[in-house]
């Protein structure tokens, strides 16, 4: 049962001398203090529930970028160890190796640090 809030003064306005003012003034204030705080936390709530809907989509989104950098790692030295492909240069395959491993490590980090941060600092 939600009570309004002509029904909440008129409980508080009847209480008996439990320690509870009966003073129409501070009531009210006290009123306007309890529909604050409940207007944050709805406010608080709405902004939880966007932020995980971002989480999930953006999750998805670099799972996939990541599953898409090792899979073309694993063709490029697939080509290359059978002969397929053939580069000039000795450092080519390493180097594009190492790239790639700190991209993923970058988007791993991106992932744990601000998508899966609840202590309320952003990146």
């Given at each position: 049962?939600?009570?309004?809030?002509e029904?909440?003064?008129?409980?508080?306005?009847?209480?008996?001398?439990?320690?509870?003012?009966?003073?129409?003034?501070?009531?009210?204030?006290?009123?306007?203090?309890?529909?604050?705080?409940?207007?944050?936390?709805?406010?608080?709530?709405?902004?939880?529930?966007?932020?995980?809907?971002?989480?999930?989509?953006?999750?998805?989104?670099?799972?996939?970028?990541?599953?898409?950098?090792?899979?073309?790692?694993?063709?490029?030295?697939?080509?290359v160890?059978?002969?397929?492909?053939?580069?000039?240069?000795?450092?080519?395959?390493?180097?594009?190796?190492?790239?790639?491993?700190?991209?993923?490590?970058?988007?791993?980090?991106?992932?744990?640090?601000?998508?899966?941060?609840?202590?309320?600092?952003?990146?």
């Open positions: 049962m939600v009570l309004g809030r029904d909440a003064l008129a409980i508080i306005s009847t209480a008996n001398g439990d320690g509870i003012s009966t003073n129409p003034l501070e009531v009210i204030e006290l009123i306007n203090a309890l529909e604050n705080k409940k207007q944050e936390g709805d406010l608080q709530a709405q902004e939880h529930q966007q932020t995980m809907l971002m989480r999930g989509s953006w999750s998805i989104w670099i799972l996939r970028c990541i599953v898409a950098i090792v899979i073309f790692d694993f063709f490029l030295v697939t080509c160890g059978f002969g397929w492909m053939h580069f000039e240069g000795s450092l080519f395959l390493p180097v594009f190796i190492a790239d790639s491993l700190i991209k993923t490590f970058g988007l791993a980090w991106v992932v744990v640090n601000y998508l899966f941060n609840n202590n309320g600092k952003k990146v």
